[in-house]
């Protein structure tokens, strides 16, 4: 899984030497594993905010040079401690968003563009206009959930397979201040398989703090968690 997943998967030990890179993050950091393994992950990515600014598990953007030319990287940090609660090591997976942040600045000046960053990148997105109770979902958003994509308009029903009512209830009560929310969960495909994901939902809010519209992303990440599986049963 590590070699052949279609991202950078760098870990680190708690001092910040690298320990394991897989093919991928070879081609990020320019260098084979044999020639970075043991030495700090800051003398081949300078630009990487310091691992203990990321929160565990959960996603963040950054810009890193890749083959001499700058790249958008969905960032994801995830701490491994040993049988005492100390931190032994930490995963990173970085996941190249570079065409969907393209395609996402045209501002959907070609849906088609867009819609193959989304299949691209295994972000899905959606919008459900609260006011007049209509939800309108990406391709890529159906695919995720291992559905064909509708061109009808979308069934509340249907609508809960990509976000458990129960979640969508916490989002659409709270009104923190925040309009983001991010959280994870599982998709259930019809065919029993089940996928891993974090959704990032935005609120809408009139001036009352009732919400009018909600728009959400969708990332599948089965691939990081299984990932992290394996590295925490090395």
């Not at 009104?175 to 998709?187: F, Q, S, V, Y």
């Not at 996928?195 to 009139?206: M, P």
Request: proline residues 5%; glycine residues 4%.
């Amino acid at each position: 899984i590590l070699n052949n997943i279609d991202e950078c998967i760098i870990v680190i030990d708690d001092d910040g030497q690298i320990v394991f890179i897989n093919p991928l993050a070879e081609k990020l950091v320019g260098n084979s594993k044999s020639l970075v393994v043991g030495k700090p992950l800051k003398q081949f990515l300078p630009t990487l905010k310091p691992i203990a600014t990321y929160a565990t598990d959960q996603n963040r953007e950054a810009i890193l040079q890749f083959k001499n030319k700058p790249h958008t990287f969905n960032i994801r940090v995830s701490s491994i401690a040993d049988w005492s609660g100390k931190i032994i090591c930490h995963v990173i997976v970085l996941h190249d968003i570079t065409e969907y942040k393209r395609a996402e600045e045209r501002l959907l000046s070609s849906e088609s563009n867009l819609a193959e960053a989304q299949r691209i990148s295994h972000l899905g997105s959606w919008e459900w206009d609260l006011t007049n109770n209509r939800i309108s979902c990406s391709e890529e958003m159906f695919r995720i959930a291992g559905l064909t994509p509708l061109e009808s308009e979308i069934t509340l029903e249907t609508f809960n397979i990509f976000l458990p009512p129960e979640e969508m209830k916490k989002v659409v009560q709270q009104n923190t201040g925040d309009p983001t929310t991010t959280i994870e969960h599982l998709i259930i495909r019809p065919n029993g398989e089940t996928r891993n994901v974090q959704s990032r939902i935005r609120a809408y809010r009139d001036e009352l703090g009732r919400p009018l519209r909600l728009l959400g992303s969708v990332q599948d990440i089965t691939e990081h968690k299984q990932a992290e599986t394996q590295i925490h049963l090395q």
